[in-house]
């Protein structure tokens, strides 16, 4: 990442935050958003002289334009784009999912990468032969069922197609479009969760968590931090392009 302009997503969220800490000190500029300003989630000081934060909501198409032009205008020019926006925010059966909860799950999982995507590609599509890279946060659940979230696996599984699609039409630019999908991931809000759910069961803590892996073939916690590898060597990479690397302790290759 050494000397590159890097564009980061959802940096409030769990997984953005980590990415974001893990690029920025070889980045040469980073560009970073949420839909609240930097002081809804950065509490500790020490924010990076390289960063500056724009506040905007992802499924909005003018703040997705904002974001990317903000970033041109700053630096000149855009390397990498990194979109950790999404959530499965509800769980409900199908037959009882409501519609409208339906469109906000793909609106935020689906839409926001479709707009990433196009704004990115106009961004980046002056680049020449140093061309760009792309790389979504997509999920297992593109690939596995996970109970009572159909929408939320649809919405990936269209963002896994989305790669595909745009790693065609961004070849024309030298820009390549790959993604990571990571399993189960101990982030800040899955800690709280794990935690409510032992006070509500009264099961042990540790043993809440482990259930959580129990599918994995290795059976650790996959932290924030953990997704970096996969994210540097896709930001980078001038071979890969229309990828999705699996970051999940084996998850996907489990019974
Ligand atoms: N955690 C996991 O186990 C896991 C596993 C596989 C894939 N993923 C994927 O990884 C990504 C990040 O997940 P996470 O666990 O870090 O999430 P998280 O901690 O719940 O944070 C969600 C992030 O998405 C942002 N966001 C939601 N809607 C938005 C919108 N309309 N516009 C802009 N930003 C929006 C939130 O920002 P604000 O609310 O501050 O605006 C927040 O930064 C998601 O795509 C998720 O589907 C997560």
């Given at each position: 990442m050494e000397g590159k302009?890097?564009?980061v997503t959802a940096v409030s969220g769990g997984i953005g935050q980590a990415i974001?800490?893990?690029v920025a000190p070889a980045a040469r500029g980073v560009v970073t958003s949420s839909r609240g300003g930097k002081e809804a989630f950065w509490k500790d000081g020490g924010w990076p002289r390289n960063a500056t934060h724009v506040a905007g909501d992802m499924t909005r198409e003018a703040d997705v334009e904002g974001l990317f032009k903000h970033a041109l205008a700053l630096h000149g020019r855009l390397d990498v784009a990194v979109n950790c926006v999404g959530g499965s925010m509800f769980g409900h059966r199908i037959e009882d999912f409501p519609a409208d909860e339906f469109d906000q799950v793909v609106a935020t999982n689906l839409r926001s990468a479709f707009l990433f995507t196009k704004?990115?590609?106009r961004a980046m599509k002056g680049n020449?032969?140093?061309g760009g890279n792309?790389?979504?946060v997509v999920s297992i659940s593109a690939k596995k069922i996970a109970a009572n979230k159909a929408p939320y696996g649809i919405a990936k599984a269209g963002l896994a197609k989305l790669v595909h699609y745009a790693a065609h039409e961004a070849a024309d630019y030298g820009v390549l479009v790959n993604g990571i999908s990571p399993g189960y991931v101990f982030t800040p809000r899955h800690e709280t969760e794990i935690d409510e759910k032992a006070a509500r069961t009264g099961k042990p803590r540790a043993r809440v968590a482990d259930g959580l892996v129990s599918g994995q073939l290795l059976k650790k916690h996959l932290l924030p931090a953990d997704l970096l590898d996969a994210v540097r060597?896709?930001?980078t990479t001038r071979v890969m392009t229309g990828q999705i690397i699996n970051v999940d302790y084996g998850e996907v290759l489990s019974y």
């Open positions: 302009i890097v564009l974001f800490k893990g704004h990115a590609i020449g032969e140093a792309i790389v979504h060597l896709l930001s």
